[in-house]
């Protein structure tokens, strides 16, 4: 079985449902649980829930990618709370975001104080490596926390009612040093690998992310070190970069060496969603869910120029010349996808189908379907050509893998002003994978060759951005840049009405400007573009997220984050 063995398990404690029945947080299921080491192994299981993990949008797609400027989506008045810049202490995701990471906190701590029942059964080996893994899942619960919150309770133990509702916050820094202890005890009692096709957090997991945990909080120091152990790793459980970069996404790179901790997902155990809002509609979607015109022209030309700066890029045939992410990623204008030909232009209202073998009404276009993609784009990265007969995605949702290691390791030691031969290689990796060769192999690629600091900094952001397009990371990326009051200030923009589509400049009219910061500005094409939605964003609070009205309501010591 291609799938992780506890994954019935997870089915079985309702790994698919979006509200969850949990126990109360003051108390476990039952006093004589965590008996033996069945049972030990039943409650660490539960928490291998993508809920406690990364929340997934049901339309697909990692949830917070929705809160950059790299993806937009159109349903109800589209955008949402955070690029509308209204998120508010009542917001339901805040709330849910929140209260999921204290019900698997919860839990981690109501085991940790009762596994010890089982120790009269159950090899002392067994019970450290299942500790590992609760306190590995707690650490990572606290790490979104304090990320989005900054300052919130730390709680270590089960609690009563009273309790819970007197407890006040710790500071973000007292947060952060309890859990680079707990990111090591799990390095060090977790196994590098468990064996084939067996997934479950491990060494390298624990290592990843206090890595990122460490790069979110600007330790870098810390953040080198731990991604530097990671690719030191040798033998059964090492990691290397994936041979094909679009097809770690489908199910043929499940197994791949490059994934560290992926949440497995299988249709026939209802582990699975519906990805409708992603595929187009010719293939019976909505497109609904679309990569956004500023994500497309971040990537840069294959001289590795931006396209501002590259004489390789034509706007009018953008996909041309181009990073081989680009069309990983995003489906290229007039190329076959889904078993009919992807071509948004106005004036095609037909398109061949390979699937049916004849020509077909093209949805695809504006012209012919008005809620078609806005922004002329819809996404490829991770997505199944079965989709559009099942209507069911149940791929493994990676959670983090070597790629973002490296980067890691070479955005800490930038920061640190270390550039050296170590960072060049750690971004090559990355780059020659792309396009398809080994590193070494400088003349087939744009190889960095550059160990100017500033120049760094932008290479290393610009393929943090590409290489994670819609995987879940580019939203954090912007709040500890402090860019987001930049980048979720600028409108989304899309195509022209069909009416107003000036046909010679179709798709662009022009070379989009882009700053030093990989900012693009649309402001100067006039009515050649379309605003589809004004992005706010207030940088005096939207730094933070609000800490959950209810929350502060039941708890007199919770005081409210400022200006909410």
Aim: hydrophobic share 40%; aromatic share 12%.
């Amino acid at each position: 079985m291609k799938k992780l063995f506890i994954i019935s398990i997870l089915a079985f404690c309702g790994f698919s449902c979006k509200k969850l029945d949990l126990n109360p947080l003051s108390s476990p299921g039952s006093d004589n649980f965590y008996s033996n080491q069945n049972e030990l192994e039943l409650a660490v299981n539960d928490l291998y829930r993508l809920d406690f993990w990364t929340p997934v949008k049901e339309s697909t797609g990692a949830w917070e990618e929705f809160f950059s400027d790299n993806c937009f989506y159109r349903g109800g008045s589209g955008g949402n709370p955070v690029i509308a810049g209204s998120l508010s202490s009542t917001d339901g995701n805040v709330q849910t975001f929140y209260q999921n990471c204290y019900k698997a906190i919860a839990r981690a701590n109501t085991f940790l104080e009762s596994k010890d029942r089982a120790a009269s059964n159950t090899p002392l080996a067994v019970i450290t490596r299942l500790e590992a893994e609760m306190r590995l899942i707690r650490a990572y619960q606290y790490t979104k926390l304090i990320t989005h919150f900054w300052d919130v309770p730390l709680i270590l133990k089960t609690q009563t009612i009273e309790e819970a509702s007197n407890v006040g916050k710790t500071t973000k820094a007292d947060i952060y040093s309890f859990l680079k202890t707990e990111y090591d005890f799990a390095a060090q009692n977790l196994p590098q690998s468990y064996g084939a096709a067996v997934k479950r957090l491990t060494k390298g997991a624990a290592l990843a992310l206090k890595a990122r945990t460490a790069l979110y909080m600007g330790d870098w120091e810390t953040a080198r070190t731990a991604s530097l152990a990671v690719m030191e790793l040798n033998g059964a459980g090492a990691y290397t970069l994936n041979t094909s970069y679009a097809a770690l996404f489908q199910r043929a790179g499940e197994q791949s060496a490059e994934i560290i901790l992926s949440i497995p997902r299988d249709q026939t155990q209802k582990v699975s969603s519906v990805p409708d809002d992603i595929l187009t509609r010719n293939a019976g979607g909505f497109a609904a869910t679309m990569p956004t015109r500023e994500l497309v022209d971040a990537y840069e030309c294959t001289d590795g120029k931006p396209i501002d700066e590259s004489p390789l890029y034509n706007p009018l045939k953008p996909f041309d010349n181009r990073d081989p992410r680009l069309a990983a990623t995003v489906v290229p204008f007039d190329s076959y996808w889904l078993g009919y030909n992807f071509n948004p232009h106005p004036d095609s209202t037909q398109v061949w189908s390979n699937k049916l073998g004849r020509k077909v009404t093209n949805n695809d276009t504006r012209a012919v379907a008005p809620f078609a993609t806005f922004t002329g784009f819809v996404w490829r990265k991770g997505v199944e050509q079965s989709w559009s007969d099942t209507h069911n995605e149940d791929n493994d949702a990676i959670i983090i893998r070597f790629a973002e290691v490296l980067i890691t390791y070479a955005e800490a030691k930038v920061e640190l002003g270390q550039a050296d031969a170590t960072v060049l290689d750690a971004l090559n990796k990355v780059r020659a994978r792309a396009y398809g060769v080994a590193s070494t192999q400088t003349g087939s690629y744009p190889a960095v060759t550059t160990l100017d600091l500033t120049e760094l900094k932008k290479v290393v952001r610009r393929e943090r951005r590409i290489e994670f397009a819609f995987e879940g990371l580019r939203y954090m990326d912007l709040i500890r840049w402090k860019l987001a009051e930049k980048a979720l200030t600028k409108p989304v923009i899309g195509l022209p009405d069909p009416a107003n589509q000036n046909r010679a400049k179709w798709p662009f009219p022009g070379v989009t400007p882009i700053d030093d910061d990989g900012i693009a500005d649309y402001s100067g094409f006039g009515a050649d573009v379309k605003i589809l939605f004004t992005r706010s964003f207030d940088k005096n609070k939207q730094y933070l997220w609000p800490i959950p009205a209810v929350e502060v309501r039941l708890n007199p010591k919770l005081t409210q984050n400022p200006n909410y």
